[in-house]
């Protein structure tokens, strides 16, 4: 399959998908979002890197040295995309507790789950599962001013040709399919 369609996360969490370190994310929509909502584009997208918001007290221990902190606007002259992903399942909450249940499945700190769950309160929290996958050899794209802003998704000017192979894949199927079904019976209870 060929793929274009960019899905644009912290740098640190884009790491951590395609290491198999987590499959979740929590979204709401960027600013410049149709009509400010989150929205699933695509359902196989290539993971881009993004440096600008990233904050390292936002993060659980463990991933708060990975982050460098950046200048706002700054961005890298290139991006290096290491990995797509499947976006198997999308859950929509506005449960606080289920949230904060979720705390095991990605690597952010309570509070920012608890600021994107509040963040336009009459929307729901999307929680995304990914199944990642490395591509063969890392992609290396200039940047674009296109590129950035306050948007989920993004159009690269180049596409690639993916394949979700077993051997590429950053969680085993049989670890991925307990992880959404432990991600299901949180979402569910």
């Given amino acids: 399959m060929i793929i274009s369609t960019a899905l644009k996360e912290w740098a640190v969490a884009v790491e951590a998908l395609s290491q198999g370190e987590s499959c979740l994310l929590l979204r709401k929509g960027g600013i410049k979002e149709s009509q400010g909502r989150f929205h699933a584009q695509a359902s196989q997208v290539l993971l881009f890197p993004t440096f600008e918001h990233q904050k390292v007290e936002l993060l659980k221990p463990d991933y708060q040295d990975r982050v ?3 200048t706002s606007g700054w961005h890298p002259p290139s991006i290096t995309i290491k990995a797509w992903a499947d976006i198997t399942h999308i859950f929509l909450t506005y449960d606080a507790e289920k949230v904060a ?8 700190q309570p509070q920012l789950a608890e600021e994107r769950l509040k ?12 199944r990642a996958y490395r591509l063969p050899e ?14 989920s998704w993004i159009e690269l000017a180049d596409s690639v040709s993916v394949e ?8 085993r199927e049989e670890a991925y399919q307990s992880q959404v079904a432990a991600i299901q019976k949180v979402l569910s209870a």
């Fill in 68 to 70: 460098q902190p950046v």
């Fill in 101 to 108: 249940a979720l705390s095991a499945f990605h690597i952010w």
């Fill in 119 to 130: 963040w336009k309160a009459k929307q729901p929290l999307c929680v995304l599962l990914l």
């Fill in 138 to 151: 890392p992609m290396v794209i200039p940047w674009e001013s296109a590129y950035g802003g306050c948007r």
């Fill in 164 to 171: 979700a192979r077993p051997e590429r894949a950053a969680i």
